[in-house]
Every structure is written in structure tokens, then in C-alpha cells.
């Protein structure tokens, strides 16, 4: 503490508070997309609403953060790893807004199906949901630590969203050919199904950021660490 | 020039050069789009198999501009509209890659469409296409020219390009209800455009980005300049 320079602990609460505003970000938006499938399973219109019209508070905690991030960068001169926190947490906020933006497409998928039959394959769709929410929810507990080692293990379990999207495909797909008259339902679904799966790339995004923050290198366009 | 030093003179050429880059990111993830739409119109295998090799190149581009953008940030201190434009290019380098994963995206159904019939609906699908890789050209000349007017229209354009992609869905399952034995490649159609479409939503993004790049303000989660 005692080479701490006024200026420099400033600066260094700044972050933190950036940290605090990004895991808030996270808990909306985890929120919502929750309440987004519950929309979907429970034809639940008042749930599916309150998702559409709460992103707007998503959005603005993106632009809180992009504000930040830029006085801090003009007023600060941040070297090597406060320098790529502060890159990071820009890409990290970009992506919870995303996130948010793949829950008010579930939301509306909800709304569109308040009148359809309940075709879903429910436990397939309850599962993708509940793992993408942890991917995220770790995404940011490794932000917040600055864990390149969490963050790479949640890279590795975004194949089991992916096979489970697939899997939901499958099924819907055998749905429609049994009976033409739930194609539009089902497509619907398969939409909810396709947007869970990029929350998971989403969340998988976050994590390789964390590896760069930490590390200085990317490890976004390799191979490392997934399988083929 | 009589008040340029070298060192803001260099700073300057950087910028330029970082301009160059997006740009030639943008003609390869243009480029990559057009090959991959006709890969499915033509049920080309090699040219599918050439976007996917490809895209390695575009996130190449993405990494340069990302370490560009960092080491500007730490070796000078740009202020304001320099810093700006820093942060946008980071931005826009990440929309101009994932333009590249959706033409890759594309490509693996132009794949896995090979065997099948060919019922997609043709002239929207090249429509789509073409508006948004127009978008996507119109974006990136915004950036080089800093044109705040050009990019809010741009924004204008992509109510046509999400009008496309409904008629899409509406057309493909009108067809999947007559013959359920297509639905399968009607589905993978629907991807195709629903890829288009998202490429149509980043070249929205680019263009908000030149907004804030000029006139320090964000205009992305607004309803400026668009209708409800």
C-alpha cells in the first residue's frame, strides 16, 4: 500500500467498478434469458414482455461501459495488462449486450407461440438453457478473477451445447415430417434453440477474452483447446 | 504540415494503414459471402471448401488490427476523435470476422445441401445477398470517409434486408408444408438466410460505429433514424 500513489489507487477503484458493472451486466442478462425460455415453455406472454422491455437497461450498461472504458484510456495511460482489461471489458460488454439481444429473440419466439401447441422437446431445451446461463455466469467469474484456466475449460464445454442444438434439430426435424401442421412451430423452436447456441459462443467469446486480458495472446482463432 | 513533428506524422500513417486493413478485411468477408451464396446456388462443393479454408485469413486481419489497435494505445496517448477511431476500428475489425464465420456458416450448408433438390427461392436469396454485401461496401467507405450521414443510411437499408428474410421464411414454409420430404433442406435454406440477414444487422453495426467515431455519440441502441 505504501507506493500507492492517490492517482494510481483511483484508478485502480475504476476497475473495479467496471468489474462490478460487467457482472451486473451478466446477472441481467442471465435473468432474461431464463425468464425468456420460461416464456417460451409456459406460453407466457406477461414474462416474454418484461424480457423485450427490460434489454433497454442491458444496452445502457453497454454504453456505460464503452464510456468508461474511453475516459479511462484519455485520461489514464494504462500499460500492458490494465491496457487489455480495459480492451477486454469493451468485447466483454459487447457480448452481453448480444446476449441480451438472443434473449429478446427467445422472448419474441415466445410471443409468436402463445397459440401453438406445446411440441417442445423440453428437456433438451431446459438443458441448453441451464448450461449456457453457467458457461456465462463462469465467463464472468473468470473475468472477475482473471483465470485463464477456468476460462479455458468453459471454452471446451461449448461442443455439449452444440450437440444438444443438434440434437434438438433432429427430433424437431422427425416432429415435422410426422405432421405438417407443426413446421411453424417447430421452426420456431429450432430459432430458441439456435439462439441458446450462440450464447454459449457468446460465453466462449468471453472466456478466450479472459486468456488475452491475462496472457496477452489469443487463443480465439486456434484450435487449442477444442477438438476437431 | 509546417506543424506536423515525425512522431504525429507516423501516428497518422498508422491510422491510415489501419483503414487499408478494414478495408481489406471487408473485400475478403465480401468476398467470401458472394462464394459462398453461389457455392449454394450451385451446389459447388470446391467453392464451399475454399470460403471455409479462407476464413483463416480474415481472422488473421482481425488479430493485426487488434494488436495495431493496443500498441497505438500504449506508444501514443490519442485523444478524442484518434482515440475514437481506435476503438471503432477494434469494434468493426470483430463485425467484419464474424461476417466471415456467417459466410463460413453459409458454406457448411452449401455443403450439406449438395445431394439435395434445389428449391430454394432463388431470386430473394441473391437479393439478400447483394444488399447486404452493398451494406457491408457502404459501411466500410463510411469508415474510410468518416460520414456520419452515409452510415445513418446505411441503418435506414436494413428494415429491406429483415423484409427479405421474412418473405424467406414465409415462401420456404409454404414449401415445406406441400412436400414435407424437402423440410429438411428448406430448414438449411433458412439458415442461409437467416446468416444474410445477420450480416445485414453487422454492416448496421459498422455504420453506427461511424457515428460514434465522428460524432462522439452512440446511436446503437436507439430508435433514431429508424422505424419502430
Known sequence: MSGTNPTHRHFHEELSALKVTLLNMSAAAQAALAAAVEAVLQRDDTKARAVIAGDADIDHLETEV??????????????????????????????????????????????????????????????????????????????????????????????SVDALHQSMFRILLTHMMEDPHIIGTAMELFLVSRNLERVADLATNIAEDVVFMVEGKSIKHHAEDRPA
Open 66 to 159: 464503452e464510456e468508461t472504458v474511453i475516459r479511462l484510456l484519455a485520461t489514464q495511460q494504462p500499460m500492458a495488462r490494465d491496457l487489455r482489461f480495459l480492451m477486454a471489458a469493451m468485447k466483454i460488454a459487447n457480448d452481453l449486450e448480444r446476449v441480451g439481444d438472443h434473449a429478446v429473440n427467445i422472448a419474441q419466439s415466445a410471443e409468436r407461440l402463445l397459440a401453438s401447441r406445446l411440441i417442445v422437446p423440453v428437456p433438451e431445451l431446459l438443458e441448453m438453457a441451464r448450461q449456457a446461463r453457467m458457461m456465462l455466469a463462469d465467463a464472468l467469474d473468470a473475468v472477475v478473477r482473471g483465470d485463464p484456466q477456468a476460462a479455458r475449460a468453459i471454452c471446451r464445454r461449448d461442443d
